[in-house]
């Protein structure tokens, strides 16, 4: 079985440049969540895809988007990049959507850094 | 809104010492609970789980016990190796219309076994 995986491993941006995260589920999930974790803070959610549609979102601004494909991998897009949006982006995926104790697996996450 | 608070770290303990760090939560309706851990320059890995009061999750000599009375799910491990120096976080999950089934996080505990 294999897990859930990212791309890039690491990513140096500039301000006001776009930037794509890629992430592969877990074979058989159907849920992808995105989260950002700055140094030294616990994750916080951004959004949420289920089926191939936004199933929930955090507070982040519009500037930061996403999309899921049919074989369920996914990608978070953010554009007019701010030096503060540098952090480890997360992707986790997990097997069903509807009930709060579904276990949500991560990936080893894409260190963005903005300068 | 839904929150989890940990205590602060970091958190350093002798090889073979009993370890407790300290989780509480504020949810609406009935949350499922997690510790999650994060080992220096990884993804976080699901520890243990407990979804209803008075579970108790366990995982690798970890335990922690879901206490609906006290709003707590403390992390508990009776005596602690080099290997678990890591970070651990507390984490709850619960439906809401804005944000699905995210999970909210606590700030983490830094554990430093020596």
């Known amino acids: 079985e294999t897990g859930v995986t990212q791309s890039p491993t690491h990513l140096i941006k500039t301000r006001g440049q776009q930037v794509t995260l890629r992430c592969s589920s877990q074979s058989g999930h159907n849920t992808v969540s995105w989260y950002q974790q700055a140094l030294g803070q616990g994750p916080q959610f951004i959004f949420q895809y289920y089926r191939e549609e936004e199933n929930g979102r955090g507070n982040f601004p519009p500037r930061f988007s996403g999309l899921q494909f049919p074989n369920y991998s996914s990608e978070l897009n953010v554009n007019a990049l701010e030096l503060d949006d540098s952090a480890l982006y997360l992707c986790?995926?997990?097997?069903?959507?509807?009930?709060?104790?579904?276990?949500?697996?991560f990936g080893p996450g894409t260190r963005l850094t903005v300068t | 809104g839904d929150s989890v608070t940990q205590m602060e770290g970091p958190v350093t303990l002798s090889e073979e010492a009993f370890l407790t760090i300290n989780c509480t939560y504020t949810?609406?309706?009935?949350?499922?609970l997690f510790w999650y851990v994060q080992y220096p320059g990884e993804g976080l890995q699901l520890l243990l789980k407990?979804?209803?009061?008075?579970d108790k999750g366990s995982n690798k000599g970890f335990e922690a016990t879901y206490r609906k009375e006290t709003t707590s799910f403390h992390l508990e491990k009776g005596s602690v190796q080099v290997s678990d120096s890591a970070v651990y976080f507390c984490?709850?999950?619960?439906?809401?219309?804005?944000?699905?089934?995210?999970?909210?996080f606590g700030k983490g505990t830094s554990l430093l076994v020596t």
């Open positions: 407990a979804t209803k009061a008075d």
């Open positions: 949810a609406t309706g009935y949350p499922s």
């Open positions: 984490a709850l999950s619960s439906s809401n219309s804005n944000s699905g089934y995210a999970l909210n």
């Open positions: 986790a995926s997990s097997l069903k959507q509807g009930a709060p104790s579904y276990e949500q697996y």
